[in-house]
């Protein structure tokens, strides 16, 4: 199938693009590195009348070091993450996850902020980026309002985003140096969306242990008590259980797998995204 037909304007930075987005009212919709985006006109799962163009927004395509935070424009592609072209807030955390987005075609024109937009509950940024506490910025003609991940996804492929507004930048918190990091992901083959993911974020410095469980059809699952899942021992099956009972059983086998070995990468220093 071809796309409906549509109108094409390019923002060349983040007031054009709420302006034009604005101007156009409900029948307008960003368009980033097109991947998800791509798909949906040609099945016209999205009938836009006019696509703004944010992929070369020049404020869209920076980054900049807040001291404990980097805050990086929504436009930053997961190659730039992955070759270091941008800075890493992480002691080359994200650099690993975004090396196991896709393939390399995909993360050359995918970007970070379209993929936190589109909110597929499998993906890497999405799930990654909410474990790690960060917080996205949102710009809309004249104002802007920032976000935490957690309370930005309303559900699978849901946001709070309203008609007009974008993306503008993604803050993520730089862990402390003793900081420790796990993520794991399930996927059936190389390229396909994660059937089951766990991320595990200990970072006593701050006091702080988060631990998520993502690809679950709904958005990424901090735990309230995270403390259950490093006093388990052999009950995560049990944690995870309580957390998700709606899964069948070959996806709560693969979010305990997940989570076991999130866990063991955290606890033992490494860094590894599968
Ligand atoms: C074959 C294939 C395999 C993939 N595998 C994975 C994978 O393993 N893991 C993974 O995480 N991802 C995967 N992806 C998704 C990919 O990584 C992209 O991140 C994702 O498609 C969206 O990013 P994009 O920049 O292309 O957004 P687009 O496709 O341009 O846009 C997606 C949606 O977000 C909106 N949008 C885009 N940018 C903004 C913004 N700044 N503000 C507001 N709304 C915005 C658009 O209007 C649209 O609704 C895969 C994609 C493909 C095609």
Not at 22 to 46: H, V
Not at 94 to 119: E, K
Not at 214 to 234: F, N, W, Y
Not at 260 to 267: E, F, G, Q, S, T
Request: aromatic letters at 6%; glycine letters at 8%; hydrophobic letters at 50%.
């Amino acid at each position: 199938m071809k796309p409906v037909a549509f109108d094409y304007a390019a923002a060349k930075d983040v007031a054009s693009a709420t302006l034009l987005l604005t101007e156009a009212a409900d029948e307008a919709k960003p368009i980033a590195g097109g991947q998800s985006l791509g798909a949906m006109l040609n099945l016209r799962l999205a009938r836009p009348t006019v696509l703004v163009d944010i992929s070369r927004a020049a404020d869209m395509r920076t980054t900049e070091d807040e001291g404990d935070a980097i805050l990086y424009g929504a436009a930053v592609t997961h190659a730039e993450i992955e070759d270091g072209v941008v800075p890493d807030a992480t002691p080359g955390w994200l650099a690993a996850v975004a090396r196991g987005i896709a393939y390399r075609a995909v993360r050359n024109r995918g970007t970070i902020g379209g993929s936190l937009a589109h909110a597929d509950p499998a993906a890497d940024w999405v799930n990654v980026l909410t474990a790690l506490g960060a917080e996205v910025v949102l710009a809309r003609k004249g104002s802007s309002r920032t976000v935490a991940l957690p309370e930005f996804f309303t559900g699978p492929f849901a946001t709070v985003l309203a008609n007009g507004e974008v993306i503008s930048g993604v803050r993520v918190r730089k862990p402390t140096r003793t900081a420790r990091w796990g993520y794991w992901k399930f996927c059936l083959k190389v390229g396909d969306f994660a059937k089951a993911s766990a991320a595990v974020l200990l970072d006593p410095e701050r006091n702080e242990t988060r631990v998520l469980l993502g690809a679950i059809e709904r958005p990424p699952l901090l735990l309230t008590d995270p403390s259950t899942v490093l006093d388990a021992r052999g009950a995560l099956a049990d944690v995870v259980k309580q957390a998700l009972p709606f899964l069948s059983e070959e996806s709560h086998a693969l979010h305990v797998a997940a989570l076991r070995r999130a866990l063991v990468m955290a606890r033992s220093g490494g860094e590894r995204a599968a």
